[in-house]
């Protein structure tokens, strides 16, 4: 008897390994009609340059038209694989990786066929380009509810992007002590893309900043007498320890026919530096009857850049902010920063966006210093909820700070028509845009990436995931995505830790 | 005579299928809609995957039928009967002495009242039942299985298992909705159920050592002597006594728990969310609401009908809270709010409240009801690939499925869209005008509302009932004045 059983063990274990280890490898349909189109592939990886070491592209076809998909991927050195199971495209890693390799600085080209009622249809083939150079192996991000006012369950989590591999930094729900209060985690940020020097912001129940400084783990109260409130938006300085921060009274109004929805809006914000080794925080920029947020430190850490307001007209004074904010705008400046001394120099004017009717925010320079990126609507600071928001990329200048937008790139690639494009950064070598896109359905956003080299950018595709239908069953937006060189090692019970102190 | 005691049970099923289905029917539906059960593997395994996870979900899976409140009262009514009969079960096997059978298999109804009066609040979950009902399933196997080492082996591995299966897990599932209410009734049940047959086993233990002890001492057996006509009639009556005595205290005991005002409240919600304007109207003609819910249902259904301007002051008001209330941050009081909303036209605001009440919901689990809903509002407001999500998800279910099928063919189909009874109508009642509204109803709200679109009977109902509520009279006479012109 005994000896049965474990005979069915031996026998469901092997089946298993088999079953997990086979990729389906179908037949290419023997007669087929031309469609003489693209495929319409989710997500969309037509034509796309990846980095070469990106996770597997997999896709899908629309699963209202068609009942089947078999696509053919061949490496520049004639190597063909067939792959297809249903409608979806999903490709082993290792098999993925090899052909990656091969494809190095060439093509994979990809031929889809789509079984329409009965019928094969043949696309026009398209190609995956591969760039030689990598992007950054880890991404971190916020997965969140698209919300108003109230929210549920919450993560920090990372992803490795050359495998589908997602695991959590951190949740709201762990250190959690009052539920009806809540607790809302944000704006996890990085020194130089290394998470040796971190931090996230934790609000409301057990609040806190919490600080890695050194891989050293401790929750700290950024809210000083003289400040408005605790730090908020972060950049960490490349190479002090030191952080910038704005500090806002941020509010929120809800639209009763727009598809921006929400309205969110700074009644005060200033900008503040935080000293991790000394816990001290010292004052930038306190104008109260401007707006200033989003500081970011140059790569060579002797700029702070940021976003202020321009003062209202005149007739404005008096109102509402709740009438007046479609008015406020942005632009761009910075200021000079001696690392010795932590003094600031002057502002300096780099973009002058309100004179355009624009307003210029999130801004983030290349690492090699040569480009500025930001995100520009035609108001407000919280361009992830402004449909018309694009990106901007601008050459700067060695001779003056101030640049012009008829100088800025070719975005086209990155940006689409009619969603909003938020929260741009570099990848550490600069040759990857990271962006959050709500493109998909207008309400959740989603991760896209975009090639950039020499100051041209290619089509943005979306972050690879597993089942190709993932995006369309996640009901989570992802939040100020993030690039790092290396996973956050912390595990989510010794951050919680340190709220038991 | 001998299967007596499966006549109590049934008494006792039927007692608890009764109350549920006849006096706390809304408490079930409740229940129902603050959950989305999916028959999806990522979901099974996020709740599987914790402490106390089985339950959980077999909980979660018997709480999707709460829709349908009848089937949800026998679900609790045969939970709430194997409980006891399991307790029973286990009592007769650590209790031989019929006089002791007797008083036992009355307590053995015990864990079955408490966890009764546990599942009275409306935020216990249903998986707790299932928690005392694993453990005393385990405890039975552990009793039928031969004494010695394979039991003992069996013990060994089997707590570990079963500590997964039932939990607790305190940072997750700890079966009441409120992660800081700390669930007493129930635990307090799993306690009784246990112990109960514990006590029993120990009591027979010294019993026999003492026996043992007699036979050596006088030579015969006490309990060998068996037990005469007159002794079983004896026991008869003792079972009925301890059975109606148990029975009693305890009904009396639920009885006296029963939240029937929050079972009211939740009726109106339930009439307001399937649309039983009627219903609604009947039941505020029987009974006047002095609740808020109650009377924001009752204002709606009068607009619904017409005559919320001509009846306003026939019931109780709650001012103009009781017209449209603040969006609260909770889960339960937006939704009639919520409704309003939508009846209204006001489909941002309606979905908005919406998305926050399914937001509030304490142990972050997702609503069909409102699923179905944000499906809705974004239909109609064009937003056809977040619908479609919303819908794709619903399509994972049990109840919603034949609805989220229906649905998924409007997507993008204007023509249909624009026919079809209660998107058309609503689609055309939505206002262009964007402004940024107020948690607090404001009669320029109304105002632009029922200028938008004139045909918009309900806006035009709750606007007059804006001026009478505030004593407007000026703003009153100028919108009947403005009716008149566009009659004319």
Redesign the interface.
């Given at each position: 008897m005994k000896r049965n059983i474990l005979h069915c063990f031996q026998i469901l274990a092997v089946a298993l390994l088999l079953l997990s280890s086979c990729a389906n490898h179908p037949d290419v349909p023997s007669t087929s009609q031309k469609a003489n189109s693209l495929p319409a592939i989710y997500p969309d990886y037509c034509n796309v340059t990846v980095p070469c070491n990106i996770a597997p592209l997999n896709f899908m076809l629309p699963a209202d038209e068609f009942q089947e998909c078999v696509a053919r991927l061949t490496t520049p050195d004639g190597l063909q694989q067939t792959y297809g199971d249903g409608l979806k495209v999903q490709i082993p890693e290792s098999e993925w990786h090899a052909m990656l390799g091969a494809s190095k600085g060439k093509s994979i080209k990809v031929e889809v066929w789509g079984q329409k009622q009965g019928e094969w249809l043949s696309f026009s083939p398209f190609e995956i380009h591969v760039a030689t150079e990598p992007i950054d192996e880890y991404i971190s991000y916020r997965l969140i509810?698209p919300?108003?006012?109230?929210?549920?369950?919450m993560e920090i989590a990372q992803r490795n992007l050359s495998s589908f591999e997602e695991s959590q930094i951190f949740n709201n729900?762990?250190t959690c002590v009052?539920?009806?209060k809540g607790q809302c985690l944000n704006c996890h940020s990085y020194q130089n893309y290394k998470t040796d020097n971190m931090l996230f912001h934790v609000r409301l129940s057990n609040a806190g900043t919490i600080i890695v400084n050194d891989g050293k783990v401790s929750k700290v109260n950024l809210k000083r007498d003289y400040t408005i409130s605790s730090g908020v938006y972060p950049s960490w300085h490349p190479t002090e320890k030191l952080i910038a921060f704005s500090t806002d009274l941020t509010r929120q109004?809800?639209?009763?026919?727009?598809?921006n929805?929400i309205?969110v809006y700074d009644e005060g914000s200033d900008l503040i530096l935080y000293d991790v080794e000394t816990d001290s925080v010292s004052v930038v920029s306190n104008d109260s009857t401007l707006l200033e947020v989003y500081p970011t430190w140059s790569p060579d850490g002797k700029f702070l850049y940021y976003c202020k307001t321009v003062p209202l007209p005149e007739e404005m004074h008096d109102k509402d902010i709740?009438t007046t904010f479609p008015k406020i705008q942005y632009n761009l400046y910075r200021r000079s920063f001696d690392v010795k001394s932590h003094d600031f120099g002057e502002e300096e004017l780099v973009y002058d966006a309100v004179s355009q009717d624009k307003s210029a925010t999130l801004p983030r320079i290349s690492p090699d210093g040569r480009y500025l990126m930001f995100a520009e609507g035609r108001y407000g600071c919280f361009h992830s909820r402004h449909e018309e928001a694009d990106i901007v990329c601008i050459p700067l200048r060695e001779d003056s700070a101030l640049v012009e937008k008829s100088a800025a790139l070719d975005f086209t690639p990155v940006n689409s028509d009619g969603y909003s494009e938020s929260y741009p950064t570099w990848s550490s070598n600069g040759h990857w845009i990271m962006v959050a896109s709500r493109r998909?359905?207008?309400?959740?956003s989603r991760v896209f990436f975009a090639y950039f080299n020499n100051g041209k950018a290619e089509k943005a595709f979306m972050l690879p995931q597993e089942d190709p239908e993932h995006n369309?069953?996640l009901?989570k937006s992802y939040n100020r995505p993030e690039f790092m060189v290396e996973p956050v090692r912390i595990s989510v019970d010794e951050f919680s830790k340190v709220f038991d102190k | 005579m001998k299967h007596i005691h499966l006549l109590y049970t049934l008494l006792f099923g039927v007692a608890v299928l009764l109350f549920f289905g006849m006096a706390y029917p809304h408490h079930l539906h409740y229940q129902e809609q603050y959950q989305l059960f999916l028959f999806d593997s990522t979901y099974v395994w996020d709740i599987i995957r914790l402490p106390g996870g089985i339950a959980d979900l077999l909980g979660r899976f018997c709480t999707q039928f709460f829709l349908f409140a009848w089937v949800g009262a026998l679900i609790i009514a045969l939970l709430l009967s194997a409980v006891q009969l399991l307790t029973l079960r286990l009592i007769s096997v650590s209790g031989n002495g019929a006089g002791v059978r007797a008083v036992f298999h009355g307590l053995s109804f015990v864990p079955s009242f408490l966890l009764w009066l546990f599942l009275l609040d409306e935020n216990a979950l249903l998986g707790g039942v299932w928690a005392v009902l694993l453990t005393l399933l385990a405890l039975w196997l552990f009793v039928k299985l031969p004494k010695g080492w394979v039991r003992r082996i069996v013990i060994i591995v089997t707590i570990p298992i079963l500590y997964w299966m039932v939990g607790p897990n305190w940072?997750g599932s700890h079966y009441h909705r409120?992660?800081?209410v700390f669930p007493t009734l129930l635990y307090a049940a799993w306690l009784t159920a246990v112990a109960l047959p514990l006590l029993l086993s120990i009591k027979r233990k010294v019993k026999s050592e003492k026996n043992l002890s007699k036979q050596s001492d006088r030579g015969r057996a006490a309990s060998a002597v068996p037990a005469s006509a007159s002794t079983g009639r004896r026991q008869q009556i003792l079972h009925f006594s301890l059975f109606t005595f148990t029975f009693i205290i305890m009904m009396m005991l639920v009885w006296k728990n029963a939240n029937f005002k929050a079972e009211k409240v939740m009726q109106y919600d339930f009439m307001a969310c399937h649309q039983q304007w009627n219903r609604i109207l009947q039941t505020v003609n029987a009974e006047k609401p002095n609740n808020q819910i109650g009377v924001t249902v009752q204002n709606l259904a009068l607009g619904m009908r017409g005559m919320l301007s001509e009846r306003l002051f026939d019931y109780h008001q709650n001012g103009l809270l009781g017209l449209l209330p603040d969006v609260e941050?909770d889960a339960t009081s937006p939704m009639p709010t919520a409704e309003a909303f939508y009846q209204l036209g006001?489909i941002?605001?309606a979905q908005?409240t919406v998305?926050?009440?399914?937001?509030?919901?304490?142990d972050?689990q997702?609503s069909g009801r409102c699923y179905k809903r944000l499906a809705q509002t974004n239909l109609i407001?064009g937003?056809y690939?977040?619908a479609?999500?919303?819908l794709?998800?619903l399509q994972k279910t049990l109840f919603y499925r034949d609805w989220a099928n229906e649905t998924l063919p409007l997507l993008g189909n204007e023509e249909a869209i624009a026919k079809h009874p209660e998107y058309g109508r609503l689609r055309q009642f939505?206002?262009?005008?964007?402004?940024?509204?107020s948690d607090h109803v404001t009669s320029d709200?109304l105002e632009r509302l029922f200028l938008c679109n004139t045909e918009n009977r309900l806006a035009f109902e709750y606007l007059k009932a804006y001026y009478m509520l505030t004593g407007d009279r000026e703003n009153y006479a100028k919108l009947l004045l403005h009716l008149q012109k566009l009659k004319q």
């Open positions: 509810e919300t108003y006012v109230a929210w549920s369950y729900e762990v009052d539920r009806e109004a809800f639209h009763t026919q727009n598809h929805k309205e709740r998909d359905d207008g309400n959740y369309t069953f009901l | 940072n409120y992660p800081t941050r006001m941002y605001v908005r998305f926050e009440a399914q937001e509030s919901i304490l972050f997702k407001l937003s690939e977040v479609r999500k919303y794709t998800a939505v206002c262009s005008d964007d402004y940024y509204f709200m």
